[in-house]
């Protein structure tokens, strides 16, 4: 008799629905149902999970995840029992595979580009900027040491260097030197 | 005739808006007083129009008049006043009447409070402000109408959603949250004028972040008000969901944030102003996007409308803005150059970096999260989620890297640190919180992020309340003794991280023309421009003050009446020598070398301080003439200042002279700033972002979020065991192989299984070769043998009282039939009703064996 329950034991073991896990009971099995709640979408209800909703058919969905996790499934198990029924759209969670790994690892690859960004600009705002960036600027412009043909632009002309640079003319008395 | 005069104020409102937009524009590209007063006046009309639409609409609501679409839709004569008073902005055409409104009166306080400033920039903004309201009055006059006339009007409405009935707070939310989304064009235009013209000037930056400010004070008041919301009403047992459309409102208010402080490194260093128009630009393109995640009934989400023409509308909107956006970027982002220099190396200019990188990265996150359901299925046609686990496990290694920058960045100064100021100024906060994170360990706290989270939060708690109480501090020390004398020739000492002493502005105001208390002589004000081998020491006042670049002209310069005309080339030297020099640059712009030659941390409170001189005092690119010009006639800013006005007094006369040659260098500097040069970094970046979000926007424009296709079809139907209503022998799905099934989940409680009741009974009588069976679903057995009894029926009805047969197959709501062949695989699942027609069709395809 043993022999034979032992035999059937095995070939349950063997089943391809055969719990992983370890069956779980009291305040453990009650966290444990609330985190795969989390995890299980609420199918009547607005992104609402199974362990926030109030709805009969979360309640109940819950209810079987509760006899599961009880009876040794563990999560991925679980899961994958109800994305067999409602589809990939019951898991709140994207499971890491085939094009979701840009959702997962995507925000990943974007601190890492703008770490680089961030890295580049400080780099960039350590080299001495001298005198080509302000020409840089101004390339179209005509230089400091030209003045245009008519007296009156050119008075102006002078006043806005003046204003502008700071120095005569805009021409510092260490470029004149 | 209400509906007509409302269709008539909205015309109205459309005609103005486009009117004075092309006004605005041209007047930007030609200045002219004429056309900038039409511009204003456009922009007023414009407002005014909207808000009389807007009383309007309260007026039909308030009297029912049902012949209004909108009042038909959402009004009730059972409902309190308030109610009907805030079904404005209940529900969508008349959510969008109230965006109008909210936005006519930012444009016309926008327009008001700068008609007079910034001539070159404002008719741009003005331009793009009614572009952005012709496009909403646009949505009024067609696709969301909310004034259609109801020809034969009903005695009563249905009355908004009863959800939004019961709240006090659908009173306040709404409201804030229009201020704070709508509030974002402002800045969008002033953005963009900045970016039209060429250039950002150092006064025109602030501006842009005021109204930036306002709006983002809007805005986190409406998404506290709205997680308050969701936890009292929705049940949600927590503040936020990460549903779609409150992602809608965060991921705005997440770029202004960086836009903020990015725009205070534009104030302070006048560096990264392209990236923070680029911000700007993005927090405008979020809230449209924002509004299309909300309306346009293609996302999955408490708050989403049903499908209407208003997503494809929007989403044209969104295409157009994006591509104005980024053409102007990549066209004008380098003409607005930079005038400073970044610290690298443990200072507060990097963490404000970090800090940018950290809210563009939980900006990307959160859209990623939110756009990729709709992605992948264009990829792959599944149907997935991401919720509330995905978003929670990304944000909080995001949210506590934050809590770290929040307190060690006010920590740091501007300058570059030394190792005893990042000791002094770090390792207290970092004691004290040590302290909070063992007490929270030893009360059982065991998760990683929150021990993180105490740690870096007891940091910035106490540099934050250190930084709160400084002011006190810094005047309870100076009534207690006068200032140290300091020997020649030496810098004044400084401890780190104290502020410099402050000048309070208003109560010490002739600081700054009389000179500086320095070697206890009063050291005279600036008589001519400071040579480069001067071997005095800069004086403290002019060195706090040049680091404090865009710094209000002094309230006691003006009050003196001294220095109206005369230019301060020192200050504007010192505006210029950063480029060459990069170390004497840093002692110019106020980061002195302390005794121990490390560089003294310069007060970050600067923009309040006096600052002595009225003059240009950061000219940016060539001219800042009109800002000369302000202080000439003595234009006030400070409080209690009245504006002088641009156009009119005494400025004309005054300066009627220079204004020709004013006109001509200005239309120079336009010209030489629009070189087409086009900046491919930045268009390459913009476009890799933008194309393939609009593309994946377009190809679920017709997406239904409700229909979820079922997994099991041509997989084996789960068997069940299940008990008949009433009693009797348990029914296994195995007993009826060999024969096609048809199995209708339905429920008493279901209006659409009455309906197709009675087609189902008698398709079972005719098709007895069929096994016809109903599973009932969360229904009481007592009800539903009353209800067979009463309209008879053919077939037995089992009761699945645990659900767990409704699970198995995947049942989302009442009623769905599926249809199995004889070898017990699912063929097809129907959603909702059944005929006759629809049921002999799927029953012969069953027959068949599911081809």
Redesign the interface.
């Given at each position: 008799m043993t022999l034979v329950a032992f035999a059937l034991s095995g070939l349950l073991a063997l089943a391809p629905d055969a719990p992983r896990g370890q069956p779980l009971s009291g305040k453990l099995l009650d966290q444990r149902t609330d985190e795969v709640g989390?995890?299980l979408?609420c199918?009547?209800c607005?992104?609402?999970?199974i362990a926030?909703s109030?709805a009969?058919?979360a309640r109940?969905?819950k209810?079987?995840v509760r006899e599961k996790l009880a009876a040794g499934y563990d999560q991925e198990q679980i899961l994958a029992d109800?994305?067999?029924?409602?589809?990939?759209?019951?898991?709140?969670?994207?499971p890491v595979r085939?094009?979701?790994w840009?959702?997962w690892f995507?925000?990943a690859a974007?601190?890492l580009a703008?770490?680089a960004?961030?890295a580049w600009?400080?780099?960039r705002?350590?080299r001495?900027?001298?005198?080509e960036?302000?020409l840089q600027?101004?390339s179209?412009?005509p230089s400091r040491d030209t003045l245009p043909a008519d007296p009156?632009?050119a008075a102006?002309?002078r006043r806005?260097r003046?204003?502008?640079?700071?120095?005569p003319d805009g021409i510092?008395?260490?470029e004149r030197a | 005739m209400v509906p007509t005069l409302g269709r008539t104020l909205i015309l109205l409102a459309l005609l103005a808006a486009s009117a004075g937009s092309i006004v605005g524009f041209a007047t930007g590209a030609r200045p002219s007083a004429a056309g900038w007063k039409w511009a204003r006046r456009l922009a007023y009309a414009f407002a005014a129009f909207m808000a009389l639409a807007n009383v309007t609409m309260e007026y039909a609501l308030l009297r029912h008049d049902f012949s209004v679409s909108y009042v038909a839709h959402v009004g009730s004569r059972s409902v309190p006043t308030w109610v009907s008073i805030v079904s404005l902005w209940s529900s969508l055409e008349g959510s969008i009447l109230f965006w109008g409104l909210v936005m006519g009166v930012y444009v016309s306080v926008a327009t008001w409070r700068k008609a007079g400033d910034h001539p070159e920039y404002m008719p741009y903004a003005v331009g793009v402000w009614l572009a952005c309201g012709a496009f909403f009055s646009f949505l009024l006059a067609g696709p969301a109408q909310p004034f259609a006339t109801i020809p034969n009007p009903a005695l009563d409405g249905p009355g908004p959603n009863p959800l939004l009935q019961n709240h006090y707070l659908m009173v306040i939310h709404p409201p804030f949250l229009y201020s704070g989304y709508v509030g974002m064009t402002i800045p969008f235009g002033l953005a963009c004028a900045a970016l039209l013209v060429g250039r950002l000037g150092n006064d025109f930056i602030r501006p842009l972040r005021n109204f930036l400010l306002v709006s983002w004070i809007f805005l986190t008041c409406a998404i506290v008000l709205g997680g308050w919301w969701a936890y009292e009403v929705l049940g949600w047992g927590g503040y936020w969901a990460w549903d779609p459309v409150e992602n809608a409102s965060f991921l705005p208010w997440l770029t202004a944030t960086a836009a903020l402080h990015s725009a205070m490194l534009v104030e302070r260093k006048g560096v990264l102003k392209g990236w923070t128009v680029i911000l700007v630009l993005a927090t405008y393109l979020l809230t449209i996007l924002g509004t299309f995640m909300t309306r346009s009934g293609v996302f999955n989400s408490v708050h989403s409308f049903t499908q209407s023409a208003i997503g494809p509308t929007i989403l044209v909107f969104l295409a157009a803005a994006l591509l104005f956006s980024l053409v102007l970027l990549a066209l004008r982002v380098d003409s607005l150059g930079s005038e400073g220099r970044l610290e690298t190396g443990p200072s507060r200019d990097v963490m404000f970096l970090v800090q940018n990188l950290l809210f563009v990265l939980f900006t990307f996150t959160v859209l990623l999260g939110t756009v990729f359901p709709l992605v992948v299925e264009a990829l792959r046609g599944a149907q997935m989620s991401v919720g509330r686990p995905y978003f929670d496990k990304l944000s909080v290694p995001i949210g506590v890297a934050l809590l770290f920058v929040m307190g060690v960045g006010p920590a740091l100064p501007w300058g570059r640190a030394t190792k005893q100021q990042l000791r002094a100024a770090l390792l207290p906060p970092l004691l004290g919180a040590c302290v909070l994170a063992a007490v929270g360990f030893a009360l059982g706290v065991r998760n990683l992020w929150t021990i993180l989270a105490l740690l870096f939060g007891g940091v910035t708690a106490q540099v934050t309340l250190s930084e709160m109480f400084l002011p006190v501090r810094q005047r309870m020390r100076a009534r207690r003794g006068p200032r140290r004398s300091i020997p020649a020739g030496a810098e004044p000492r400084t401890p780190p991280f104290r502020r410099v002493h402050r000048a309070r502005r208003g109560r010490r105001g002739h600081r700054g023309d009389r000179g500086v208390e320095h070697d206890g002589k009063l050291e005279g004000g600036p008589a001519e421009p400071r040579r480069d081998d001067d071997p005095r020491p800069v004086p403290a006042d002019v060195r706090r003050c040049r680091a404090g670049i865009g710094a209000a002209p002094s309230v006691g310069a003006r009050a003196s009446g001294r220095q109206q005309e005369r230019p301060q080339p020192r200050h504007a030297a010192a505006a210029h020598e950063p480029v060459r020099e990069p170390a004497r640059a840093h002692r110019l712009a106020g980061g002195a070398h302390g005794p121990d030659r490390g560089p003294v941390p310069v007060d970050p409170q600067l923009r309040r301080t006096q600052c002595r001189p009225a003059g240009p005092d950061q000219p940016d690119g060539l001219l800042d003439l009109d800002r000369h010009r302000h202080h000439g006639v003595g234009r006030a800013r400070g409080p209690g200042a009245v504006p002088a006005r641009l156009n009119g007094g005494g400025s004309r006369d005054r300066h009627r002279g220079r204004r020709p040659g004013r006109v001509f260098l200005m239309a120079t500097a336009l010209t030489s700033a629009s070189a087409p040069r086009v900046n491919r970094r930045v268009l390459v970046a913009g476009l890799a972002i933008a194309l393939p979000l609009v593309a994946v926007l377009v190809a679920n424009l017709g997406r239904d979020p409700h229909s979820v296709r079922s997994p099991l079809i041509g997989r084996p139907a789960p068997p069940f065991r299940l008990v008949p209503v009433g009693g009797g022998a348990p029914v296994a799905l195995e007993s009826l192989h060999g024969k096609p099934v048809v199995i209708n989940f339905w429920a008493t409680w279901c209006v659409p299984c009455f309906q197709e009741h009675a087609a189902l009974v008698e398709a079972a009588r005719s098709l007895p070769a069929v096994q016809f069976l109903g599973i009932v679903y969360e229904d009481d057995e007592a009800q539903t043998g009353e209800f067979l009894r009463q309209r008879g029926t053919a077939y037995a009805s089992l009761m699945d009282k645990d659900g767990k047969t409704a699970i198995a197959y995947g049942v989302f709501g009442v009623p769905e039939t599926f249809f199995i062949d004889p070898e017990g695989r699912i063929v097809e699942k129907h959603v909702g009703p059944l005929d006759r027609g629809a049921i002999l069709s799927l029953v012969a395809r069953a027959r068949g064996g599911g081809r």
């Open positions: 989390a995890l979408r199918p009547v607005q992104g609402l999970s926030d109030p009969t058919m109940n969905m209810a079987e109800f994305e067999r029924s409602y589809g990939e759209f019951v898991r709140l969670q994207p085939g094009v979701n840009l959702v995507g925000p974007m601190l703008g770490g960004v961030v600009a400080l780099r705002s350590q001495p900027r001298g005198e960036v302000a600027r101004h179209d412009l009156r632009l102006a002309v806005v003046m204003l502008a640079y700071g120095w510092s008395p260490k | -």
